[in-house]
């Protein structure tokens, strides 16, 4: 009986482990802008940028320091202005509300998943990148 509720534990937190556990073991070392740009992120960005379970694709791209990557200026500009596929938060966000958001992703560890897997060299629906 001890076993059997001991693996269904394990199964349960193993569901969370892409999302919501990585979040809360994170949240000790936020500091106080991290914690507001986390929640702004969860708000704004999240619909569209955190994979909800670990089967079901998500709309945009996860996004972790790899995506600031010394470039916060650039990203900042990009969130304020947004693309096609992405809103802008120009109107939305104060530009210090943006920093925060910029700052919390730069504690964000990249995903497994973005380890690039082998592309065959000609593919027709390959998204072009901007
Ligand atoms: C309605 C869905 C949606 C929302 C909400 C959204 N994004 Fe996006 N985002 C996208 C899509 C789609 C892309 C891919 C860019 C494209 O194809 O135009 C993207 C791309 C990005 C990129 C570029 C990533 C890369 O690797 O090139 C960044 C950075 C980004 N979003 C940040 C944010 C932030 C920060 C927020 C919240 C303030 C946010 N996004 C909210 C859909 C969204």
């Known amino acids: 009986m001890r076993r059997i509720a001991l693996a269904s534990l394990l199964a349960f937190a193993a569901a969370f482990l892409n999302g919501i556990s990585i ?5 000790a070392t936020l500091n106080a802008d ?3 740009g986390r929640r702004l992120y969860n708000q704004h960005c999240g619909v569209c940028h955190t994979k909800p379970t670990i ?3 998500y709309y945009g791209p996860a996004l972790s320091k790899d ?3 010394n470039n916060e200026d650039a990203l900042r500009e990009f969130i304020q202005n947004g693309t096609d596929r992405m809103p802008g938060f120009q109107y939305t966000l104060e530009p210090r509300q943006i920093d925060s ?3 919390y992703l730069m504690t964000v560890p990249p995903p497994e998943a973005a380890v690039p ?14």
Do not use: C
């Not at 979040?23 to 949240?27: E, P, V």
């Not at 897997?117 to 901007?130: H, T």
């Open 23 to 27: 979040q809360a073991a994170m949240a």
């Open 34 to 36: 991290q914690t507001v």
């Open 117 to 130: 897997a082998p592309k065959p060299a000609a593919r027709s629906n390959e998204r072009e990148l901007d």
């Open 55 to 57: 089967l079901s694709p």
């Open 101 to 103: 958001i910029v700052h």
């Open 67 to 69: 995506t600031v990557n």
